[in-house]
């Protein structure tokens, strides 16, 4: 059947399916019955006419609950290319589709294997991966999905996914172009309605044209159930007079058919086998597949071989919703006794089957829950356990098992279903430990940045009493969660000192990494010294855990040592990669950045920046994203490219301001800050800057406020405000006093000397200059710099050069070409030339390809890279290949060459 009304969307169809080496992705959206199928269908003939190979998925309302139930229907045909795949991809997706035994594996390691897969499939022959009623794919198969579909533009993968008006996906957010399809106009309604219905009645023919208004399924099916409908007034909505149209169809049938067609409805899987097995249970004879044949001709399912197909989804909702309770608990009993084998399936109908509370069917959908949180498929872990809640015969069970789901709803980001878990749970009379677990909970999204600062307290007490109840992992986790909000918010000094006060008391090692990292959250300054003694330690064993190593690298941010923050989080990120823990890598990333940057290698930070806030936005984390983009703001103001700083600072700081993200915003101001001294505007620097000092700011962040007292004396003494400045410096060496923190140390240093007197000067540069600065390149540059600019102004011009000199090479070498410009200025005052500073290796590639060119010059494959960077390998080729003319180098060998660092950077 043609058509109607559809030739703009061919036409972009032809275009789409026309050129599958683009890789890219459509998502076919409108209400129900508007002709998704129908388009695809053609899609689909158009792919295998072209010659590429299709691979489908459906989503089937039954099957939501069913972990990885649409990726099994889509790489089932494909899976003999599982065993070339990497063997932690395939062990991730051979658990994922129940292939193998898998603990846990990570939706976006089942994703990247996913990916590999088909793009090696697609090497052979190009794919069109068509996913239709995405709204009711499994969530975890939906994530997996939209994970792919992030990643195909450089792959021979075209993608057609199908959403029905109103609906939520994954897939929504993935990237893919938007095709909305709406009702037919009149002329084409008319012509597709005289195509199935030609000697209609005028009267019935107007009728069904304004009852079906456009909808092509109504002017489809309407037809034939014209009568049965009689005069409905008021007309019901559109989809209740299709379900109306299927029932009346379905009452017609004979019995037996009737009952299978209820049985397949309610089935959650497309097998005729199992219908026809189910519906001997429900009727006590064997049924034979000729009992589906009234059903076919009634044009209810499709004439499948071995495979009960509706003809629409709205046939096999219809159904159920028509039948009697009764019937459907029949035909559920009789599902799970069929699916004595497959216990997730079965312990779903039995629950169906259940009115009331049945504490064995609860215990089944535990073990179902169980089961798809080992296959990393959380989502489908949280809805059998808010089943077995509801079928729970005490109240405690009931509790636990809600209390159960929304920890895991808060492990895959679903704060909606975490928060009404818990509120349900709320709802009970919790006992004081299950209410505890309860407020923690309701804590965990977003660090707490958007809640009230006098939650941080309330944590605090609550960590302290669990505790006193001889729960003290509870305690930890609790202590760890309010700590976090120090960072992010200021909940005040007495809110910080309740929190110690729990630490102090827990029966735990003092020097257990997460007693060390709250420390340094909550007490950055009075605890530095025994942080930093806890971090130097801890150092020596970094790698054994990522998440360890994670926090380990927030902690030294915390206290300014950089240095170990940029090598706890680089030595987080290759173990949370291989985990599959995207949801914790930006964050490792962010510090990674955040520290690299500060110590000034621009070369590791550029790369890890940019892709902690593409992970950051794709795993749903706002704050860690405007992080990541006030560092990349940073980024940019220190290699002269001042346009674009503002740009990333004006959406980091859009970010920050929602909800007073003090970091956000104090990495904004200090990126800020940069860029106006680079381009000389001094007053503007030292207003920048200075916000991030005043607590009434929401830049004011406690620790990080310490850490840029280098930029801010420089801004002040070009602006004439050495005064005020000498007054901050005054506040800094209080807690200088108490915290041996490398920034702040450095930072000091650098402020007394060029603050002090001419005739005070020297010894505390020449002081400056001898402290360790091993690993901060960036500061002993500065310092070079501002050396050597006192030395010219001290008419000492010949002495003045070296220091220049070296300042100049120093920031070449890490791409500071804003810092290395004003050296050159120096030097030519100073009456030395220097030659012309043409563009670096690096700054020639964008920040995802120094990444790839990063990891190749290491002697990483193309298979490598591609792991560690959630590519395919074929991305990674077709990257190298972009790479090395711009480069132009034509080997990996030459490309290693070029993007050699020194060793040591001039000091």
């Known amino acids: 059947m043609p058509l109607f009304g559809r030739d703009a969307e061919r036409e972009v169809l032809d275009r789409f399916i026309g050129r599958p080496e683009d890789g890219a992705g459509l998502l076919i959206h409108g209400e129900a019955g508007i002709g998704k199928s129908a388009l695809v269908a053609e899609a689909v003939r158009a792919a295998s006419d072209a010659g590429l190979r299709v691979l489908t998925a459906t989503g089937v309302e039954a099957e939501q609950n069913l972990p990885y139930a649409g990726l099994h229907q889509l790489l089932y045909p494909v899976r003999a290319g599982l065993d070339a795949l990497p063997h932690p991809q395939r062990d991730?997706?051979?658990?994922?589709?129940?292939?193998?035994?898998?603990?846990?594996?990570?939706?976006?390691?089942?994703?990247?294997?996913?990916?590999?897969?088909?793009?090696?499939?697609?090497?052979?022959?190009?794919?069109?991966?068509?996913?239709?009623?995405?709204?009711?794919?499994?969530?975890?198969?939906?994530?997996?999905?939209?994970?792919?579909?992030?990643?195909?533009?450089?792959?021979?993968?075209?993608?057609?996914?199908?959403?029905?008006?109103?609906?939520?996906?994954?897939?929504?957010?993935?990237?893919?172009?938007?095709?909305?399809?709406?009702?037919?106009?009149?002329?084409?309604?008319?012509?597709?309605?005289?195509?199935?219905?030609?000697?209609?009645?005028?009267?019935?023919?107007?009728?069904?044209?304004?009852?079906?208004?456009?909808?092509?399924?109504?002017?489809?099916?309407l037809p034939a159930a014209a009568g049965d409908l009689g005069d409905l007034d008021p007309v019901p909505p559109l989809n209740d007079r299709l379900e109306r149209a299927f029932t009346a169809r379905v009452a017609a049938l004979p019995a037996p058919a009737r009952t299978a067609l209820l049985v397949a409805a309610l089935n959650q899987s497309d097998s005729a086998a199992e219908v026809l097995a189910a519906t001997g249970l429900v009727s006590g004879s064997a049924a034979e597949p000729e009992i589906l044949t009234p059903a076919v001709e009634a044009r209810l399912i499709e004439p499948v071989a071995g495979a009960v197909t509706f003809r629409h989804p709205l046939m096999r909702s219809a159904i159920p919703a028509a039948s009697p309770p009764a019937e459907c608990r029949r035909a559920h009993l009789a599902l799970a006794e069929t699916l004595r084998d497959q216990p997730d399936r079965r312990a779903w109908h039995r629950a169906a089957?259940?009115?009331?509370?049945?504490?064995?069917?609860?215990?089944?959908?535990?073990?179902?829950?169980?089961?798809?949180?080992?296959?990393?498929?959380?989502?489908?872990?949280?809805?059998?356990?808010?089943?077995?809640?509801?079928?729970?015969?005490?109240?405690?069970?009931?509790?636990?098992?809600?209390?159960?789901?929304?920890?895991?709803?808060?492990?895959?980001?679903?704060?909606?279903?975490?928060?009404?878990?818990?509120?349900?749970?709320?709802?009970?009379g919790l006992p004081p430990r299950r209410r505890a677990t309860a407020s923690w909970l309701l804590s965990v999204f977003e660090d707490g940045v958007r809640e009230d600062v006098s939650r941080v307290a309330e944590l605090a007490e609550l960590a302290g009493s669990v505790a006193a109840d001889g729960h003290i992992e509870p305690a930890v986790r609790i202590l760890w969660g309010a700590a976090m909000r120090c960072f992010w918010c200021e909940p005040g000094p007495r809110a910080r000192r309740s929190l110690l006060e729990v630490a102090d008391q827990l029966p735990v090692p003092a020097d257990d990494p997460r007693l060390v990292a709250v420390s340094a959250y909550v007490a950055?300054?009075?605890?530095?010294?025994?942080?930093?003694?806890?971090?130097?330690?801890?150092?020596?064993?970094?790698?054994?855990?990522?998440?360890?190593?994670?926090?380990?690298?927030?902690?030294?941010?915390?206290?300014g040592a950089f240095d170990l923050a940029a090598r706890f989080s680089t030595a987080a990120a290759p173990g949370l990669r291989?985990?599959?823990?995207?949801?914790?890598?930006?964050?490792?990333?962010?510090?990674?950045?955040?520290?690299?940057?500060?110590?000034?290698?621009?070369?590791?930070?550029?790369?890890?920046?940019?892709?902690?806030?593409?992970?950051?936005?794709?795993?749903?984390?706002?704050?860690?994203?405007?992080?990541?983009?006030?560092?990349?703001?940073?980024?940019?103001?220190?290699?002269?490219?001042?346009?674009?700083?503002?740009?990333?600072?004006?959406?980091?700081?859009?970010?920050?301001?929602?909800?007073?993200?003090?970091?956000?915003?104090?990495?904004?101001?200090?990126?800020?800050?940069?860029?106006?001294?680079?381009?000389?505007?001094?007053?503007?620097?030292?207003?920048?800057?200075?916000?991030?000092?005043?607590?009434?700011?929401?830049?004011?962040?406690?620790?990080?406020?310490?850490?840029?007292?280098?930029e801010l004396t420089?801004?002040?003494?070009?602006?004439?405000?050495?005064?005020?400045?000498?007054?901050?410096?005054?506040?800094?060496?209080?807690?200088?006093?108490?915290?041996?923190?490398p920034a702040l140390h450095i930072g000091l240093r650098y402020a007394r000397a060029v603050l002090a007197p001419s005739e005070e000067a020297e010894p505390l540069f020449t002081?400056?200059?001898?402290?360790?600065?091993?690993?901060?390149?960036?500061?002993?540059?500065?310092?070079?710099?501002?050396?050597?600019?006192?030395?010219?102004?001290?008419?000492?011009?010949?002495?003045?050069?070296?220091?220049?000199?070296?300042?100049?090479?120093?920031?070449?070498?890490?791409?500071?070409?804003?810092?290395?410009?004003?050296?050159?200025?120096?030097?030519?005052?100073?009456?030395?030339?220097?030659?012309?500073?043409g563009p670096d290796a690096r700054e020639k590639l964008t920040a995802h390809e120094l990444s790839i060119a990063q990891l190749a010059a290491e002697g990483l494959t193309n298979r490598e890279i591609g792991q560690r960077l959630y590519l395919s390998h074929r991305t990674v080729g077709t990257h190298l290949h972009r790479i090395f003319p711009k480069l132009g180098v034509s080997s990996r060998a030459d490309l290693a060459r070029t993007l050699q660092t020194r060793e040591e950077t001039p000091a």
């Open 714 to 741: 420089e801004a002040a003494v070009r602006a004439g405000r050495a005064a005020a400045m000498r007054d901050v410096l005054r506040e800094m060496e209080a807690l200088a006093v108490v915290s041996p923190s």
């Open 353 to 428: 089957a259940t009115a009331g509370t049945d504490e064995d069917v609860a215990a089944e959908l535990d073990h179902a829950a169980d089961r798809a949180r080992h296959r990393g498929a959380v989502a489908a872990a949280v809805a059998a356990l808010e089943q077995a809640a509801r079928l729970s015969e005490t109240q405690d069970r009931l509790a636990l098992r809600l209390l159960r789901a929304a920890e895991l709803a808060i492990e895959s980001g679903r704060r909606d279903t975490a928060e009404r878990l818990v509120r349900d749970a709320q709802a009970l």
């Open 92 to 221: 991730a997706l051979r658990g994922a589709l129940g292939l193998a035994d898998a603990a846990g594996p990570s939706a976006y390691l089942v994703g990247l294997a996913a990916l590999s897969l088909l793009a090696e499939e697609a090497a052979a022959r190009p794919l069109l991966v068509v996913a239709e009623d995405a709204q009711w794919l499994d969530g975890a198969s939906a994530d997996v999905l939209a994970f792919v579909a992030r990643r195909i533009d450089s792959e021979p993968i075209a993608l057609i996914a199908t959403l029905r008006e109103g609906e939520r996906s994954p897939l929504c957010d993935a990237g893919l172009t938007p095709m909305p399809l709406d009702r037919l106009s009149g002329e084409d309604a008319a012509g597709l309605l005289d195509s199935i219905a030609p000697r209609l009645a005028p009267e019935t023919r107007a009728r069904l044209l304004r009852e079906a208004a456009g909808n092509p399924l109504a002017l489809t099916e």
């Open 524 to 559: 950055p300054f009075e605890r530095a010294a025994t942080v930093l003694d806890g971090l130097r330690r801890l150092a020596a064993v970094t790698g054994a855990d990522p998440e360890t190593d994670r926090f380990l690298g927030s902690a030294s941010l915390q206290v």
């Open 578 to 710: 291989a985990q599959g823990r995207l949801g914790q890598l930006p964050r490792a990333l962010a510090v990674q950045a955040w520290s690299l940057t500060r110590l000034g290698d621009l070369a590791a930070a550029r790369p890890a920046a940019a892709e902690a806030a593409k992970l950051a936005q794709e795993t749903g984390q706002p704050f860690m994203y405007g992080l990541a983009k006030a560092v990349q703001a940073e980024i940019a103001a220190l290699r002269g490219d001042h346009q674009e700083a503002g740009i990333l600072a004006d959406e980091a700081e859009r970010i920050g301001l929602a909800a007073c993200a003090r970091p956000v915003l104090a990495t904004v101001r200090l990126a800020r800050g940069l860029t106006a001294l680079s381009e000389g505007r001094f007053d503007d620097a030292f207003a920048e800057l200075s916000r991030m000092l005043d607590p009434a700011d929401p830049a004011y962040q406690l620790a990080l406020r310490a850490y840029c007292l280098a």
């Open 767 to 837: 002081a400056a200059l001898r402290a360790d600065l091993t690993g901060w390149p960036a500061e002993r540059g500065r310092l070079h710099l501002a050396y050597g600019e006192w030395l010219r102004r001290q008419r000492r011009v010949v002495e003045s050069r070296a220091h220049l000199r070296t300042a100049r090479e120093t920031f070449d070498a890490l791409g500071l070409a804003a810092w290395s410009e004003r050296a050159r200025r120096e030097l030519r005052s100073a009456g030395e030339s220097s030659p012309n500073r």
